[in-house]
């Protein structure tokens, strides 16, 4: 005969969760705010998405062309090269963007003459010059560009409103969104807009 009597198992009690209606908003409310922060981040560090208006870069851009814009590196790594292409807002004109080419550094002097482009006194190698010239606008004169300003013009050299024109003059860091860095549209002519020629 056993020893042992049986038992029978404790029925296993099942706690309801109480329900938390405050502490689940807060929590959904917390998981917006880092999901918003984090697409604000990307958008204003990491990179960009812009659609290219105008025939100002033209034949390097197009109307409509869109690219994927780099605004990591001129933050956090490094500055501006010369011939690269960069995204830009005025101080006046906040939610317009402009696409145009790095010529000048800040420091150096920039001079147009008969459609040569010359830095510190001696003329560069200028892959964009379009063949049949270009005007100087107020690079006829000698500019001296500061310790944060950039000279930028844009490929289609007649067509382009850039740091030839009184209105826009050369243009600082800070107004910079970045460097546009890949064509994704049109298909047909995606690619690298990392300029091949070095500065």
């Known amino acids: 005969m056993s020893l042992f009597k049986n038992k029978k198992e404790p029925t296993p009690i099942i706690l309801e969760p109480k329900p938390r209606p405050l502490k689940d908003l807060l929590s959904a409310l917390l998981t917006l705010v880092l999901m918003v922060a984090f697409v604000l981040f990307f958008l204003n560090y990491v990179g960009q998405r812009v659609q290219v208006d105008g025939s100002s870069m033209e034949t390097t851009l197009q109307n409509e062309d869109q690219l994927i814009v780099d605004c990591?590196?001129?933050?956090?790594?490094?500055?501006?090269?010369?011939?690269?292409?960069?995204?830009?807002?005025?101080?006046?004109?906040?939610?317009?963007?402009?696409?145009?080419?790095?010529?000048?550094?800040?420091?150096?002097?920039?001079?147009?003459?008969?459609?040569?482009?010359?830095?510190?006194?001696?003329?560069?190698?200028?892959?964009?010059?379009?063949?049949?010239?270009?005007?100087?606008?107020?690079?006829?004169?000698?500019?001296?560009?500061g310790e944060d300003e950039y000279f930028v013009m844009g490929d289609n050299r007649n067509n382009s409103t850039d740091s030839r024109s009184s209105r826009l003059g050369p243009i600082k860091k800070e107004q910079m969104v970045g460097r546009a860095i890949y064509r994704i549209l049109p298909l047909d002519k995606r690619g690298s807009l990392v300029p091949e020629v070095e500065p």
Not at 86 to 93: C, I, M
Request: overall charge negative; some cysteine; proline content about 8%.
């Open 72 to 145: 990591f590196s001129y933050h956090f790594l490094r500055d501006p090269k010369r011939f690269e292409v960069v995204v830009f807002r005025l101080k006046d004109e906040p939610e317009t963007y402009y696409v145009k080419r790095i010529i000048g550094l800040p420091g150096e002097s920039v001079q147009i003459i008969n459609s040569t482009i010359y830095i510190n006194g001696v003329a560069i190698d200028d892959p964009y010059c379009p063949s049949d010239g270009f005007t100087p606008g107020v690079a006829a004169e000698l500019i001296r560009l």
